[in-house]
């Protein structure tokens, strides 16, 4: 009998760190249960605290184990479906690299154009956040013409999960990108996987006014 896994989940909307593991997990083909809690509300950091000490989510239940944080609940799925980093050592030492740099850096544009897909807006941004976007777009290009096919490394792989939701934020904060880095957020959003996590953010009722009145 599989052990059964519960990933709980901050809201489709707004959670970047919760996509990256769901998207991970649902390439793996891993049967897995989602449990959604409503962020900033009254009672929720009692809920994440009940999960893990660092009172976050995404956390990965295995049967009476918890896994929190995104890269360790991706790093379970890998141990389990080795092709979700690349086959090739050279590049899937590169591929890490540049998951904990995503994992690990990136300050501004998480501050000044977090994840919202339901927002669209063409408001000015700080010059921080714009830079940071501008070196997020040379890694990809630099990655992306190492190869022919759409993704980071050439094949889909947790690389392209952690960058997903950056993705989707020069969609709704309309940061610049050169025409490389386009197509490659285009074949992200495009990706069937996506679209279901963006339906389903697009369904929930659940807002965050503190998030939508970033950069109003």
């Known amino acids: 009998m599989e052990t059964p896994l519960t990933l709980h989940i901050g ?56 896994i929190p944080d995104s890269l360790a609940i991706s790093e379970f799925a890998a141990k389990a479906v080795p092709n979700l980093w690349p086959k090739d050592p050279k590049d899937k030492g590169l591929a ?7 994992h690990t850096g990136f300050d501004a544009i998480r501050r000044e154009a977090p994840m919202n897909l339901r927002r669209r807006t063409s408001l000015p941004v700080p010059q921080d956040c714009l830079d940071e976007a501008k070196d997020i777009d040379d890694m990809w290009c630099d990655l992306l013409g190492r190869h022919d096919g759409p993704f ?8 392209d999960a952690f960058y997903a939701p ?7 904060y309309d940061l610049p990108r050169s025409v490389r880095a386009d197509t490659y957020i285009s074949e992200l959003m495009a990706d069937p996987d996506f679209q279901t996590w963006e339906m389903m953010a697009f369904a929930e009722e659940h807002v965050l006014p503190e998030t939508d009145a970033v950069n109003r």
Do not use: C
């Open 11 to 66: 809201n489709y909307n707004y959670s970047s760190w919760s996509l990256r593991p769901w998207l991970v997990l649902t390439k793996a083909e891993l049967p897995f249960h989602v449990e959604v809690i409503d962020l900033d509300i009254p009672g929720y950091k009692n809920k994440l605290l009940a999960l893990s000490d660092a009172g976050t989510v995404p956390v990965l239940q295995v049967g009476d184990d918890k």
């Open 96 to 102: 890490r690299e540049v998951v904990r740099k995503m």
């Open 152 to 159: 980071l490394f050439n094949d889909w792989s947790i690389a």
């Open 166 to 172: 950056v993705a989707t934020r020069f969609t709704s």
